[in-house]
């Protein structure tokens, strides 16, 4: 616990008190920065007044897009495994000339 520090972040207008890891701590204001900037799109976008309904749409929306995330990512390391492969291929013709 000695590397960590306590921070209060803001989301849907209510403070949370955390305790992060330092060098962590950007990188969690920045994602609670981005959950409240999407409450805000949702709110002002769509006929959501609900802080819970805002709440789960965003929820929504981030679950939708680490899935998308994880799929893309899935894609460029098998597409990377099979090009490697190939590179790895010619390269070993190419010594054993």
């Given at each position: 616990?000695?590397?960590?520090?306590?921070?209060?972040?803001?989301?849907?207008?209510?403070?949370?008190?955390?305790?992060?890891?330092?060098?962590?701590?950007?990188?969690?204001?920045?994602?609670?920065?981005?959950?409240?900037?999407?409450?805000?799109h949702?709110?002002?976008?769509?006929?959501?007044?609900?802080?819970?309904?805002?709440?789960?749409?965003?929820?929504?929306?981030?679950?939708?897009?680490?899935?998308?995330?994880?799929?893309?990512?899935?894609?460029?390391?098998?597409?990377?495994?099979?090009?490697?492969?190939?590179?790895d291929?010619?390269?070993?013709?190419?010594?054993?000339?």
């Amino acid at each position: 616990m000695a590397d960590e520090i306590a921070i209060t972040i803001n989301i849907a207008s209510r403070p949370y008190r955390l305790y992060v890891k330092k060098d962590e701590e950007e990188a969690v204001r920045r994602a609670a920065k981005n959950v409240d900037e999407q409450i805000g799109h949702y709110a002002n976008n769509f006929s959501y007044n609900d802080k819970q309904d805002l709440l789960a749409m965003v929820a929504l929306h981030f679950a939708i897009t680490g899935e998308a995330s994880e799929k893309e990512a899935k894609f460029v390391n098998e597409q990377l495994h099979e090009s490697l492969l190939e590179i790895d291929s010619i390269l070993s013709e190419t010594l054993k000339d």
